[in-house]
């Protein structure tokens, strides 16, 4: 293994700190890499620096000594794997709801480097949509305890939100859950 540095941006709709239209880095984030041979060695990052109010991250830690390709996943987690061009990360079942945002951690999204892409560049995308929702008086919020959504896959059953979902990366590295 070799250290690397990778510099990791956001859009406009990834990672988990909402702030007035973006979503930014936090100090305590950490993300899973692979790289080698068919992305079978995982480590974890750390985040060491931030730029641009949190909008731009440097993260730092080991890869696979001569790798070029690399996976990136936030946040990092055991359950995330990566085996025969296939992804595996976990969504969380229960998440807390944050005033204007949402807790992090909850907004699983992945980068990948190549395909035109800078070596040391990540570019995170959601692996699933984001859900939102507002009360119209703090005594709303106040007196909610809990909300549950649920999807509908027939009149018997429900496909699941959440929990460990396969990812695929098409030809432009958008992931597919």
Not at 8 to 17: A, L, M, P, S
Not at 82 to 107: C, D, I, M, R, W
Request: net charge negative; hydrophobic share 40%.
């Amino acid at each position: 293994l070799v250290e690397v540095n990778f510099t990791c941006v956001t859009g406009t709709d990834t990672r988990t700190v909402y702030s007035d239209g973006s979503v930014l880095w936090e100090e305590s984030d950490r993300i899973s890499l692979f790289s080698g041979e068919d992305f079978a060695t995982k480590t974890e990052l750390s985040l060491v620096s931030m730029n641009d109010a949190g909008k731009t991250a440097i993260f730092k830690g080991l890869a696979s000594s001569g790798s070029s390709d690399f996976v990136a996943v936030y946040p990092h987690a055991e359950v995330n794997a990566y085996a025969e061009g296939v992804l595996t990360v976990a969504v969380p079942s229960v998440q807390k709801g944050v005033a204007g945002g949402f807790e992090s951690g909850s907004n699983v999204s992945v980068a990948v480097t190549g395909n035109d892409s800078d070596a040391g560049l990540l570019q995170f995308r959601n692996v699933s949509a984001l859900i939102s929702f507002r009360f119209e008086t703090a005594e709303e919020a106040a007196n909610t305890k809990s909300v549950t959504f649920k999807a509908r896959k027939s009149q018997t059953a429900f496909w699941g939100l959440t929990g460990n979902v396969s990812v695929s990366l098409d030809e432009d590295s958008v992931p597919s859950a």
